[in-house]
């Protein structure tokens, strides 16, 4: 279970969408309300998600930054950051072989356990910002800590939160789908749409 709701909705609307247009019924998978998939949970994600945004470039351009408390906007500069990193985490997944080969990443480095919990029912076991250092690596951390103007520290906390919840919404059924890197292909690119139009919005409003 993810302390942060919002990142439930938008992934899991995400992965609902993805799956029904391939007509995968997996139950349970959605935006955290009723396991609606993409439905009512879905879409109160991308209104979350909308929010956030705007906020969050509100407030940098009254000279703040995503990764420095303060923020006016509903939910914080925590979750800005967190939205921020998700299509960042999610690229990284994708160039290191998919779903399958990262969890096996994370398992090689001990965290066999926490892996397999992301992908059961029940609550998601944690990891910490170390964990991810080992598994990501510094340098990936350091550009992706670069592009997004906060410390790698924030960014390798935030990667902590992501991974589970990112391997928990893809797997309802307690295994990773065969096209589980076709929904994350298509639901980072619907995600980094939703982030370039919320950020046109903001700057022609």
């Known amino acids: 279970m993810n302390n942060n709701p919002l990142l439930g909705q938008v992934l899991g609307g995400l992965f609902g969408q993805a799956m029904r247009s391939r007509g995968m019924n997996r139950g349970g998978v959605g935006g955290g309300l009723g396991g609606t998939g993409g439905g009512l949970g879905g879409a109160l994600g991308c209104v979350a998600l909308g929010s956030v945004l705007a906020g969050m470039m509100r407030g940098r351009a009254q000279g703040g930054s995503i990764g420095v408390p303060g923020g006016q906007h509903p939910y914080g500069n925590r979750t800005a950051l967190l939205v921020m990193l998700l299509p960042l985490a999610m690229r990284w997944?994708?160039?290191?072989?998919?779903?399958?080969?990262?969890?096996?990443?994370?398992?090689?480095?001990?965290?066999?356990?926490?892996?397999?919990?992301?992908?059961?029912?029940?609550?998601?076991?944690?990891?910490?910002?170390?964990?991810?250092?080992?598994?990501?690596?510094?340098?990936?951390?350091?550009?992706?800590?670069?592009?997004?103007?906060?410390?790698?520290?924030?960014?390798?906390?935030?990667?902590?939160?992501?991974?589970?919840?990112?391997?928990?919404?893809?797997?309802?059924?307690?295994?990773?789908?065969?096209?589980?890197?076709?929904?994350?292909?298509?639901?980072?690119?619907?995600?980094?749409?939703?982030?370039?139009?919320?950020?046109?919005?903001?700057?022609?409003?």
Do not use: C
């Not at 340098?139 to 589970?164: C, D, K, S, T, Y």
């Not at 059924?173 to 919320?198: M, N």
């Open 93 to 205: 997944v994708q160039r290191n072989g998919g779903m399958n080969a990262v969890v096996d990443k994370f398992r090689d480095k001990g965290l066999h356990r926490q892996a397999q919990s992301w992908m059961s029912s029940g609550d998601n076991d944690p990891i910490d910002g170390q964990a991810v250092e080992q598994v990501v690596g510094r340098e990936e951390l350091r550009q992706m800590a670069e592009r997004l103007g906060v410390p790698e520290e924030q960014v390798a906390q935030a990667f902590a939160e992501i991974m589970p919840e990112m391997v928990d919404k893809m797997t309802p059924d307690g295994q990773l789908p065969h096209e589980a890197d076709e929904v994350l292909d298509e639901s980072t690119r619907k995600l980094e749409k939703e982030i370039e139009d919320v950020q046109y919005r903001e700057v022609h409003s």
